[in-house]
């Protein structure tokens, strides 16, 4: 009788633990709406994602002490100038890093994209944030559909006609 009631409490604790292994129940999910949130860009602007709502979105969490960051941002902002501006936004956020580093970098580079400042990481822990670069597109109606984890080639015809099939929806 004590082995089975010794069981039947390492099952319950198995089972507790398995319950608790999926994302939190507030984070991003591909298929669920993006979680809400309201960042300053670096001229001061105010963004808040729900207000985009019929616009396809890029949010790109990143750093600039991030190698991989830094070099797929040429490609993006080829991304961000190609597609149409009423259609189509996309949002680099700043992810615990220094500011002043992504102005030097921003200008260095010549990037036009709104750069955003989550220096307290806020938005990044409701997005679930694992590491950066991390990428979510959100589609019209404000549901994550693709997340995207490293850097990518954002300039690829392939990731330009995935961008495009979601604002034609």
Same mark, same amino acid.
């Given at each position: 009788?004590?082995?089975?009631?010794?069981?039947?409490?390492?099952?319950?604790?198995?089972?507790?633990?398995?319950?608790?292994?999926?994302?939190?129940?507030?984070?991003?999910?591909?298929?669920?709406?993006?979680?809400?949130?309201?960042?300053?860009?670096?001229?001061?602007?105010? *963004?808040?994602?729900?207000?985009?709502?019929?616009?396809?979105?890029?949010? !790109?969490?990143?750093?600039? *002490?991030?190698?991989?960051?830094?070099?797929?941002?040429? #490609?993006?902002?080829?991304?961000?100038?190609?597609?149409?501006?009423?259609?189509?936004?996309?949002?680099?956020?700043? !992810?615990?890093?220094?500011? #002043?580093?992504?102005?030097?970098?921003?200008?260095?580079?010549?990037?036009?994209?709104? %750069?955003? !400042?989550?220096?307290?990481?806020?938005?990044?822990?409701?997005?679930?944030?694992?590491?950066?670069?991390?990428?979510?597109? %959100?589609?019209?109606?404000? %549901?994550?559909?693709?997340?995207?984890?490293?850097?990518?080639?954002? !300039?690829?015809?392939?990731?330009?006609?995935? %961008?495009?099939?979601?604002?034609?929806?």
């Amino acid at each position: 009788m004590k082995k089975l009631s010794s069981f039947a409490l390492l099952l319950s604790c198995f089972l507790l633990l398995l319950a608790g292994c999926g994302p939190p129940p507030d984070v991003a999910v591909v298929g669920k709406p993006a979680p809400d949130f309201t960042l300053v860009d670096r001229q001061g602007k105010t *963004w808040t994602l729900s207000e985009l709502k019929g616009q396809v979105v890029f949010v !790109n969490f990143w750093a600039t *002490w991030c190698a991989p960051c830094r070099e797929e941002m040429p #490609a993006m902002q080829e991304l961000h100038e190609k597609l149409p501006k009423d259609k189509f936004k996309m949002l680099a956020i700043l !992810n615990k890093d220094e500011p #002043a580093l992504a102005d030097s970098f921003a200008a260095k580079l010549g990037l036009t994209m709104p %750069i955003l !400042n989550d220096q307290a990481n806020t938005v990044g822990i409701k997005y679930g944030l694992t590491g950066v670069p991390e990428t979510f597109i %959100i589609n019209k109606k404000g %549901i994550v559909v693709r997340k995207f984890l490293g850097p990518a080639q954002w !300039n690829a015809p392939r990731y330009i006609q995935m %961008i495009e099939q979601f604002m034609e929806q």
